[in-house]
């Protein structure tokens, strides 16, 4: 495919930090000689104790393990917040826009967040919560949210962070997981003016999960709270403690969350990130990818309940002094410029958001965009999925005024930061492409047996080596750490991305090879919604697969089959994987089956349930395997019926 490329040079107000030959000569030092790299660039960071050991990861079987600055010793919440106060004490560090425009934006300098941390982490103590404790935490986009992390990561509890749309099974599948006792949360969630009732989802929850003792609720809404046995008012403790929390001094390889992401099984991972490796690298590439400089305001439109929450809300931007911005509301609503309103009115540097979000602007139309001025803009982002070549150009043009360059960062839940993406003004772009890859980054496209591939080629994609910012391990299941990212090819951390490299040796991510799928930049795995429908008394059977989307990317087609003799209406599944989930993970066809097509040993045959979701009916490729090959028929004639 003939490709343009944008030389992103012409449109940087000034030179970035790294050019073409800056970048070359670091990449090749941190894959060359990886422990002076790293020996360099672990004084990002303040460290209690400056770690002597760096990289002791191995990806074989038989001395297998993730390690990193295993001597070091540091607090996370003293790196975003106590190192900055003597130089930014009076800079905001966090600036909040509410859901609703016309109420009152808050912000927060470092020393006001540095002390409402210190306050929230004196109220966790007093509740009990120890170093090591898994606190849970259900929050709207609120500062409160960040306060929470960063409180926890104080003293040394390790925090779960649980999206706010999902339910209250949900919700208690992840407390149950990790044996959490306490879950901060709110009593509401506003978003596009709708409110989500987190308090009572909690509630729902704490029956469904025994372990779950205490619940601590920050009140958001005029209305006084009303609480059942169990249930704190954060304010009411928080009114009644010291400003002072001294930092607990944490080993780097200490867990500093847990976040659940989907897989290829029913069962959501607890994917553990640490607390050196994990810091340094949301550190260095929020850094390096957004060629950050202090006084600059650095929006990140994802939620926090997601990794791209996590580190480039809070943890990234955070630690390198930045301003973030939080926003409570969606793009949408109450119209679609919102976006660029709220750039205007905090004067935002950088946009980091979605192609989901993009496509949904583009069809409104771009006077939404152009009744705004957006001058301050100078970089915009892009993460979650493949990039359109459509929307990377109209993001670059309408929003962008063809003078900002495009961030279009690959990355995952495991990987904790960025891995491939442009670094500003170091090379040309490509629309869709995510270019090259980070420092300490080594990729290779591997073929389904596992033989690497040279050139330009397409297969699967797999990383070499450790690089700092890697999960650790899978809560309390170490075994499926290994067995779901190092079984598949030997000595490889597999992404379960399928990716091409073309002649320039640019890496364009094609999407999942697995039974993952991305509907609007949310990961979901199929599993998980058979799982949820099967719960259903009437079905006996479904198979869950991803359709391309004009506007989520992907969409889920679920093929159900009923139990004998029993009835149901696609309306009502659907509204019942919305309550066993969240609304994420709603449907958007139901088909009812007379079957599934399967081998004789019994396998779902996946790839032609994808085709006849896809309307393409032509490629069926090999079925002669197929125990039952009239079923195919049969579900092709239901679609064109
Ligand atoms: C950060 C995040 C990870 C999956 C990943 C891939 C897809 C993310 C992408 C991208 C193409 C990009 N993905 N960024 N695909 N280009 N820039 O999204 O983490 O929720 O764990 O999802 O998202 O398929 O494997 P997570």
């Not at 029913?266 to 990818?289: C, D, F, M």
């Not at 999960?471 to 079984?487: A, C, G, K, L």
């Not at 019942?576 to 097509?597: C, H, M, N, S, Y």
Request: aromatic share 10%; glycine share 10%; net charge negative.
């Amino acid at each position: 495919m003939a490709s343009t490329f944008f030389d992103p040079d012409s449109e940087l107000s000034h030179p970035a930090a790294l050019d073409a030959k800056g970048y070359a000569e670091a990449y090749r030092r941190s894959i060359g000689d990886g422990e002076a790299y790293w020996n360099a660039e672990v004084d990002r960071l303040d460290w209690i104790r400056r770690p002597t050991r760096f990289d002791e990861s191995s990806f074989d079987e038989a001395d297998f393990q993730v390690r990193w600055f295993a001597d070091g010793l540091l607090n996370v919440s003293a790196n975003c917040l106590d190192r900055h106060l003597d130089e930014l004490g009076d800079t905001p560090a966090i600036i909040w826009e509410p859901d609703d425009p016309s109420a009152a934006s808050r912000t927060l300098t470092y020393r006001e967040l540095h002390r409402e941390i210190c306050r929230f982490a004196n109220v966790l103590k007093r509740l009990g919560v120890k170093r090591g404790d898994r606190v849970t935490l259900y929050l709207p986009m609120i500062p409160e949210a960040a306060m929470a992390m960063l409180a926890c990561a104080r003293i040394g509890a390790i925090h779960s962070v649980v999206f706010g749309g999902f339910s209250p099974e949900s919700i208690a599948q992840r407390i149950v997981d990790c044996d959490s006792s306490i879950c901060i949360t709110a009593d509401q969630g506003l978003r596009g003016g709708k409110v989500v009732p987190l308090q009572a989802n909690v509630a729902a929850a704490a029956k469904l999960a025994p372990s779950l003792t205490t619940r601590l609720i920050i009140r958001t809404a005029d209305a006084p709270l009303v609480l059942e046995p169990g249930e704190h008012e954060y304010a009411v403790l928080v009114a009644d403690v010291d400003d002072d929390c001294p930092p607990e001094p944490m080993n780097a390889e200490d867990p500093l969350f847990i976040l659940y992401t989907s897989g290829s099984t029913g069962k959501p991972k607890g994917v553990v990130h640490s607390s050196g490796g994990y810091l340094l690298w949301a550190s260095l590439t929020h850094q390096t990818a957004f060629d950050y400089r202090r006084g600059e305001v650095f929006w990140c439109a994802a939620d926090v309940g997601w990794i791209t929450g996590h580190s480039y809300i809070v943890y990234g931007p955070l630690a390198n002094g930045a301003t973030t911005l939080m926003f409570e509301g969606v793009p949408t609503w109450p119209t679609p410029a919102r976006f660029w309103e709220v750039v205007d009115r905090h004067q935002v540097t950088t946009l980091f958001t979605a192609p989901t979000v993009l496509r949904a602007l583009m069809r409104e139309g771009d006077h939404h965009v152009t009744s705004t001025s957006r001058i301050s803009l100078r970089l915009l982002g892009s993460v979650g999925e493949p990039i359109n070549p459509e929307a990377w150009r109209w993001f670059h043009e309408v929003p962008g005024g063809g003078r900002c360059p495009i961030v279009d960062m690959w990355w995952q839940t495991e990987t904790g930061g960025g891995m491939i993406m442009p670094l500003p003004g170091a090379w040309p772009q490509k629309p869709g492409s995510a270019t090259l890859p980070f420092m300490g980054v080594e990729p290779v496209i591997v073929d389904g047996e596992g033989r690497r591939l040279e050139g330009a080629t397409e297969g699967n994609l797999c990383i070499v080596r450790s690089w700092p910012g890697q999960m650790r391990t899978v809560w309390n299941d170490h075994e499926r750490f290994f067995q779901t990212y190092f079984s598949t090819f030997r000595g490889l951390y597999f992404t379960g991305d399928g990716c091409r490299r073309d002649e320039d040796g640019y890496y364009w991510i094609t999407g999942r090879v697995d039974d993952v799928i991305n509907v609007s930049g949310h990961r979901l795995g199929t599993a998980e919604i058979e799982s949820a429908l099967v719960l259903h008394p009437a079905v006996a059977e479904a198979a869950v697969v991803g359709f391309p989307h004009d506007l989520k990317g992907q969409g889920i087609h679920a093929y159900v089959i009923l139990n004998a003799g029993s009835a149901a209406e696609s309306e009502q599944l659907r509204q019942w994987v919305r309550k066993e989930i969240g609304p994420i993970a709603t449907p958007d066809r139901i088909q009812f089956a007379p079957g599934l097509p399967k081998t004789r040993s019994g396998k779902i045959m996946r790839r032609i349930l994808r085709k006849v979701a896809e309307g393409d009916f032509a490629n069926f490729g090999d079925t002669s395997t197929l125990a039952e090959p009239g079923v195919v028929d049969a579900l092709v004639a239901q679609r064109v019926a």
